[in-house]
């Protein structure tokens, strides 16, 4: 079970649609993670094997948390998107693993929160260190996740959610004809169809249709760039919209959980441009519901950017089992 000195007790897995990335929890401890590509595996059990080979385990440690991108129940994960299925039943069959759990990828960086050290996080907006209570998180990136986690003894409790399809609105004129714009092409715009990878592409084209502007076939990390650099001004505009559709939507995210403790963004998209960020609009946003501005100015809002996070979460997990 050993894999170079010290005790491993736990495998840990981070799997995206993309990549899946392997770890071992070794004397309470994560080591540094490996990457596999998912579509160069059939299943997560053909995954699992070849992580432990190249991890060194000689045999299944004691245990395994494995985090999904996609639905997750107590005995089953499934990946529509990479087609893999993957139970609790299985994975015990084939590597005699004592006690496993999955989880969806975002309760993993729920169970995350509370860990984060000062480096691990930057602030957006104004400090708020007397904060408590929920704490929630959400991230764009090939779509846009939800979570929760409800601090309570002796463990918090993660709470997942589909809220990246929950319907975006419009908080002044342009979103409104942006919104309608792209309902044309979509019927239900959702926040992930404009907080995502392929929602900021959908947001600079959308703007071009209603400004009669031409836009050309760029990626999401071209517009980026392009509105990073100030090189194009659609781009710069795109980005700006990004930043204050997040702050509208996260201040929903906020209210929907009580998150009282703080609101962390997470995903892989953020920090390529966190000084953009939190010199855009978004805070404002955040704190824009009325009658409810002061309770969003008291809760805390951060950027995670440390590359491993879910990690920190799926090792909190597999340490419940000690």
């Not at 993309?18 to 401890?29: E, I, P, V, Y």
Request: net charge negative.
């Amino acid at each position: 079970m050993s894999a170079g000195s010290g005790r491993v007790t736990a495998l840990l897995a981070d799997v995206g649609g993309t990549n899946a990335r392997f770890a071992l929890l070794q004397d309470g401890k994560g080591g540094e993670a490996i990457h596999l590509p998912v579509a160069e595996y059939p299943t997560a059990y053909d995954a699992v094997a070849a992580a432990m080979e190249r991890l060194g385990c000689l045999q299944a440690p004691q245990a395994a948390v494995l985090a999904f991108a996609g639905p997750v129940d107590d005995a089953r994960a499934v990946m529509t998107n990479a087609g893999w299925d993957t139970t609790i039943g299985e994975l015990r069959q084939r590597f005699g693993f004592s006690h496993i759990r999955l989880l969806n990828d975002y309760a993993a960086l729920a169970l995350a929160l509370p860990h984060f050290a000062e480096a691990d996080r930057l602030i957006v907006g104004p400090a708020r260190p007397a904060a408590q209570g929920a704490l929630a998180v959400l991230g764009p990136g090939s779509g846009l996740g939800v979570a929760a986690l409800v601090q309570a003894e002796p463990h918090g409790i993660p709470l997942v959610s589909e809220g990246g399809h929950a319907t975006m609105p419009a908080a002044d004129a342009l979103e409104a004809e942006l919104i309608a714009a792209l309902r044309e092409d979509f019927g239900h715009v959702s926040a992930e169809r404009l907080l995502s990878g392929p929602g900021l592409v959908n947001i600079y084209r959308g703007l071009a249709r209603v400004q009669g502007q031409s836009a050309s076939v760029l990626t999401a990390a071209e517009i980026t760039d392009r509105g990073l650099d100030g090189s194009d001004g659609l781009c710069r505009l795109a980005l700006e919209r990004f930043c204050l559709f997040l702050g509208t939507f996260a201040g929903n995210v906020a209210l929907g959980y009580g998150a009282q403790g703080g609101v962390f963004l997470a995903g892989g998209i953020l920090p390529r441009f966190p000084d953009f960020l939190a010199a855009s609009g978004f805070r404002d946003r955040f704190q824009d519901k009325g009658r409810f501005h002061d309770y969003l100015e008291a809760i805390p809002t951060w950027l995670i950017v440390r590359p491993d996070a879910a990690f920190v979460g799926l090792a909190a997990a597999a340490r419940q089992f000690a």
